[in-house]
């Protein structure tokens, strides 16, 4: 997934998520349960920029912690590990600063610059641009900015999938499209009436508009009308 997907996705997180459905592929879904593996001091092993910018957000969110064991199935999106199951599930406080300063001494291991002055309690994520006149990319957080990662260290954001191969988002379109005018009626959530014609015949209608439009039942279970409809692919 590209940068400009990943902020997509977040544009759409942010605004409720009701096209978050839509956009995702089965393979971004992970089939399992995301977590973070902890090192030998008991903070989480962060061996990459996505899986630090993960644990930034949660921190900044308030999110809950918890201790638990489980079967490693696989590898998430950030290269943390994926479990099938989790027992012992255990809530701990944590200390967000500690984390924090945790997050800062892993980033200025893995870049070779680091300027500015640090502010730990400066609100906001990890953030990147390009710097145009030092021809790279920098990484803004807690007051510091970080620039040239050093060799081997991972520095790509967005969304790989859970196959480790980047997978585009899906696209949305409106097309001009032949359905079912029984179909139509429904999408709309238009009322329909259904009754007997002097005739003796079985009729329907429905009102769109403020226009009353009716058919015979057969004539209403089987014609096709072309609509403009969204598609996402």
């Known amino acids: 997934m590209t940068n400009d997907d990943a902020d997509v996705i977040q544009w759409d997180l942010e605004n409720g998520g009701e096209l978050l459905e839509k956009m995702l592929k089965p393979e971004h879904y992970e089939k399992g349960i995301s ?125 790989a999938g859970t196959n480790r191969k980047f997978v585009p988002l899906k696209k949305q379109y409106w097309v001009d499209k032949e359905i079912p005018l029984k179909d139509y009626v429904k999408s709309k959530k238009l009322k329909t009436s259904k009754y007997t014609s002097k005739k003796g015949k079985n009729m329907i209608s429905y009102v769109e508009n403020g226009r009353t439009i009716t058919y015979t039942e057969e004539q209403f279970n089987n014609k096709k009308i072309t609509d403009y409809v969204e598609e996402w692919r």
């Open 35 to 159: 977590a973070f593996e902890l090192d030998s001091n008991g903070f989480p092993k962060l061996e990459n920029l996505q899986i630090i910018t993960t644990l930034a957000a949660l921190l900044e969110n308030g999110e809950k912690a918890y201790t638990l064991k489980g079967k490693i199935i696989g590898k998430g999106n950030d290269g943390e590990p994926v479990l099938d199951s989790i027992k012992n599930k255990k809530e701990i406080n944590i200390s967000k600063d500690e984390y924090v300063n945790h997050i800062i001494n892993v980033l200025k291991k893995n870049f070779k610059n680091v300027t500015g002055k640090l502010n730990i309690k400066e609100k906001g994520d990890i953030t990147d641009h390009y710097n145009e006149q030092a021809g790279e990319q920098e990484y803004l957080y807690k007051g510091l900015t970080f620039r040239t990662p050093k060799k081997n260290f991972n520095t790509y954001l967005g969304y």
